[in-house]
């Protein structure tokens, strides 16, 4: 089936990256594979992440399919880009068909987006994460490839304004090498160092990220471990929490 949604998707983002004279800088996407089925799994901070760990792919002409929540492709705007872009649609109450649709893709020789963590970080430290990422690369016999990002969370992210138009942002781009299943003895195992992996990619991303906040008001996009006002992870999990309703006597 050709490709005639995402092509010029990615044309239109990267010359609104050139407009933006955004900073990105991409290391390691020759891990990418040109062929064969692959699980791409990202950190997520930002509401933009998908295009951005999708730019790691292009130098391998690959096209990544994501994997993101329902409501995305029945939005009146986004959904027929996401439906051609074959991305692919999760319902969270009924996890079990999108696993399946992945798996298949997988085994079709595509290359599939995942954010682990599942929902956005507010701390900007990786969160726990799910097991899905690793099973679908178990059961379709594929490698997983860690992805860092970091500085889109600087354009559009949880509980801020989006800054859409901001200019001159560096953007990084990391992708670890390749996670082989069959080198761990269960999903689960393999999902415990996937975590090391990419947070030790993060970390990385944010040691050598070359912009610092302009005074003590843009403090905000870095985590508290490094001078930032953002959440502590403890206090971003309690704001991800559902509000529990108060007993009934």
């Known amino acids: 089936m050709p490709e005639l949604v995402y092509p010029p998707v990615i044309a239109a983002a990267k010359t609104m990256f050139r407009v933006l004279d955004l900073k990105i800088t991409v290391e390691g996407d020759h891990h990418v594979p040109r062929t064969g ?27 990544v399919r994501f994997m993101a929540k329902k409501s995305v492709f029945t939005h009146k705007v986004s959904g027929p880009l ?78 801020r304004p989006r800054t859409l138009t901001r200019r001159h942002t560096p953007i990084t781009i990391l992708v670890g090498e390749p996670m082989d299943p069959a080198a761990y003895p269960d999903a689960n195992a393999m999902t ?18 070359p912009d610092q906040p302009a005074g003590p008001d843009d403090t905000w996009w870095l985590p508290a471990h490094l001078g930032g006002t953002a959440p502590t992870p403890e206090e971003a999990a309690a704001l991800d929490a559902p509000a529990r309703r108060p007993a009934t006597p």
């Open 37 to 63: 089925g692959a699980v791409l799994a990202s950190n997520h901070v930002s509401y933009l992440d998908f295009i951005f760990c999708g730019l790691g792919a292009h130098p391998s002409r690959r096209l």
């Open 192 to 209: 415990v160092d996937l975590k090391t992996r990419l947070s030790a990619l993060v970390d990385r991303a944010q040691r050598e990220y």
């Open 82 to 159: 996401m439906r051609g872009m074959r991305h692919i649609p999760v319902d969270r109450r009924a996890g079990a068909g999108s696993y399946a649709t992945a798996v298949s893709a997988l085994r079709r020789g595509e290359v599939v987006g995942v954010f682990p963590e599942a929902t956005i970080s507010r701390s900007f430290t990786v969160k726990a994460l799910k097991s899905g990422t690793t099973r679908m690369a178990a059961e379709a016999g594929v490698p997983v490839l860690p992805v860092a990002l970091w500085g889109t969370q600087r354009l559009w992210t949880k509980g």
